[in-house]
Nanobody, 124 residues
Framework: QVHLVESGGGLVQAGDSLRLSCAAS????????MGWFRQAPGKEREFVAT???????YYADSVKGRFTISRDNAKNTVSLQMNSLKPEDTAVYYC??????????????????WGQGTQVTVSS
């Protein structure tokens, strides 16, 4: 059974940085594309970033240049480094494992497994 556990969320000020981590059960990270989604109050869950099994990375336009996703297959972890945070980044962030398809550089991560989420709050 696949388990994903997020950590690293918190309350920060605009312009600060946070690093989210996702600890996965054995072989999950090497077996799936991994990614991060987020859901703000009153909004639908949205894609943030994904890293393929071969290490290719893709980002939502809203976070490109500020967020960096990385994976460590040996440690079964995926991280999301978030810099220059903005109030509009406030959301619950979810780690996901699934199938990645890319059409003309546009990624779609069909998540099969989800974590419970971690809250990120950015004050202005």
């Amino acid at each position: 059974q696949v388990h994903l556990v997020e950590s690293g969320g918190g309350l920060v000020q605009a312009g600060d940085s946070l690093r989210l981590s996702c600890a996965a059960s054995e072989r999950t990270v090497s077996s799936y594309a991994m990614g991060w989604f987020r859901q703000a109050p009153g909004k639908e869950r949205e894609f943030v970033a994904t890293v393929s099994r071969t290490g290719s990375t893709y980002y939502a336009d809203s976070v490109k240049g500020r967020f960096t996703i990385s994976r460590d297959n040996a440690k079964n972890t995926v991280s999301l480094q978030m810099n220059s945070l903005k109030p509009e980044d406030t959301a619950v962030y979810y780690c996901a494992a699934g199938l990645l398809t890319v059409v003309r550089t546009s990624p779609t991560l069909a998540a099969v497994h989800w974590g419970q989420g971690t809250q990120v709050t950015v004050s202005s």
